[in-house]
């Protein structure tokens, strides 16, 4: 059995179902590595599990997630072929700017079907172990070409498949494109959806060879089915070719 992490322990794992975990980043500090992270807990199981996953992919082709997962001892094209994951590449299904692309309001409305019928044609027994992931947020406005209620729309749509399936919902946002904008409606509106909140920033004292980052985890517990004030934790974290080591600060000499 895997030794539970800092950030597995932060995240509660086995309390994600019916939740909605937002990842925010910068250029400086990613947070994609959390993101796979995710996506292979989500997958981690025994392939009779009933987990299922449906990957909505602005920012990455298939290939891309299939190399760094496979590295993480998860095979994507395995649980493709075994109906547990559902790859939506929409490099390929958008095309933005473009006069005959599916980008806007008829391209986002036809994405939300795409992934309604998808967790409607599974059995019973799956539907309410779906997790949505959304890969990432800021292309998608970019996709939408720049309409920032077209993407609210269907973030709120996604959310209504919570409350209709169980579902999970897992987002991921580059949160310094919007630096001279102050605080846009996009942040705020996904952060009120947001169950748990996760921010990779660079360290506050600069770089480091040993230290490539800081976590945040803002985690709202659910007591009785209500939820109650946020959980915070804060540590380091150092990215290797097939992990990621997490400690405390200070926790290294």
């Known amino acids: 059995m895997e030794t539970r992490s800092l950030l597995d322990e932060a995240l509660g794992l086995q309390l994600l179902s019916g939740r909605v975990v937002l990842l925010e980043d910068c250029v ?10 995710l996506l292979k807990c989500a997958l981690s199981q025994p392939l009779h599990s009933s987990n ?16 760094i997962l496979r590295k993480l001892g998860c095979n994507l094209a395995v649980q493709r072929d075994n109906s547990k994951f559902f790859f939506f590449d929409m490099l390929r299904d958008f095309c933005p700017g473009g006069d005959d692309g599916k980008g806007g309001d ?14 409607s044609a599974l059995p019973e027994e799956n539907k309410n172990r779906v997790t949505v992931m959304i890969d990432d947020v800021s292309l998608m406005e970019v996709a939408a070409k720049g309409s920032t209620n077209l993407v609210l729309d269907f973030l709120h749509y996604c959310h209504t498949l919570i409350s209709e399936f169980g579902c999970s919902l897992v987002m991921l946002n580059h949160e310094d494109i919007y630096s001279c904008m102050g605080r846009p409606t996009l942040i705020l509106q996904m952060e009120y959806l947001a169950d748990i909140l996760i921010k990779a920033e660079p360290l506050a004292t600069g770089l480091a060879s040993d230290v490539h980052g800081q976590l945040t985890v803002a985690n709202r517990s659910i007591n009785d089915g209500e939820r109650s004030r946020n959980k915070l934790c804060n540590f380091h974290f150092k990215v290797k070719e097939n992990s990621v ?6 926790s290294r000499t």
């Open 245 to 250: 080591e997490y400690f405390y600060p200070g």
């Open 106 to 119: 008829s391209g986002l409305v036809s994405l939300y079907g795409r992934i309604l019928k998808t967790i």
């Open 52 to 67: 299922v996953v449906v990957f909505v992919a602005f920012a990455q082709p298939f290939s891309h997630y299939d190399r």
């Open 28 to 37: 400086e500090t990613s947070a994609a590595f959390v993101l796979h992270h």
